[in-house]
T-cell receptor, first 114, second 114 residues
Framework: SQQGEEDPQALSIQEGENATMNCSYK?????LQWYRQNSGRGLVHLIL?????REKHSGRLRVTLDTSKKSSSLLITASRAADTASYFC??????????????FGKGTKLSVIP | EAGVVQSPRYKIIEKKQPVAFWCNPI?????LYWYLQNLGQGPELLIR????????DSQLPKDRFSAERLKGVDSTLKIQPAELGDSAVYLC????????????FGQGTRLTVV
């Protein structure tokens, strides 16, 4: 089963524009992570935000977390063609049990047009 | 430092044949995951190890899938016998402390069952 749900499923933008992807999840979490996957490759970790944090930045990435709404967003500013990839959110699905399982959503496929 | 190493990268087998995938995680990482990823979908957890103990294998189809992580280091995932529906990418990942820390992924093994 998949805990996270990304929205939109696909996003196409022009180079230089900002891209925003959203993630909703169902259960309480310790942290939420975002990953990128280029076609035919493994996943690459982008950013981890803990449940007591509301916003985090890393270069052109900005992640927000709203635990009351069980949602997170990933903003990529000034997008580049190289940002074309699928983006996944992942959560630890059973934090209360002390079990640090990592569960992924279905992803948002981002296309940045040069 | 080497990342997570998986082999083989590609495998084509006939249905009903056995197949095995190998994963060498990052040195010092206690947690090892095996995920299955279908085209256009997010990774789905098959099994998670903490050191040599399988702590979450609820999603592993135990009638045909087996896994082991001897000495808490590298791991093998086996399918016997393979079915057409097993065609997918099998991803291995490792982390220091489960979902509480970032996971590092291998390139994956793309399995095609014909």
């Amino acid at each position: 089963s998949q805990q996270g749900e990304e929205d939109p499923q696909a996003l196409s933008i022009q180079e230089g524009e900002n891209a925003t992807m959203n993630c909703s999840y169902k259960t309480s979490i310790n942290n939420l992570q975002w990953y990128r996957q280029n076609s035919g490759r493994g996943l690459v970790h982008l950013i981890l935000i803990r449940s007591n944090e509301r916003e985090k930045h890393s270069g052109r990435l900005r992640v927000t977390l709203d635990t009351s709404k069980k949602s997170s967003s990933l903003l990529i500013t000034a997008s580049r063609a190289a940002d074309t990839a699928s983006y996944f959110c992942a959560t630890d699905a059973n934090p209360g049990a002390g079990s640090y399982q990592l569960t992924f959503g279905k992803g948002t496929k981002l296309s940045v047009i040069p | 430092e080497a990342g997570v190493v998986q082999s083989p990268r590609y495998k084509i087998i006939e249905k009903k044949q056995p197949v095995a995938f190998w994963c060498n995680p990052i040195s010092g990482h206690n947690t090892l995951y095996w995920y299955l990823q279908n085209l256009g979908q997010g990774p789905e957890l098959l099994i998670r190890y903490e050191n040599e103990e399988a702590v979450d294998d609820s999603q592993l189809p135990k009638d045909r899938f087996s896994a082991e992580r001897l000495k808490g280091v590298d791991s093998t995932l086996k399918i016997q016998p393979a079915e057409l529906g097993d065609s997918a990418v099998y991803l291995c990942a490792s982390s220091l402390e489960g979902g509480n820390t970032e996971a590092f992924f291998g390139q994956g093994t793309r399995l095609t069952v014909v």
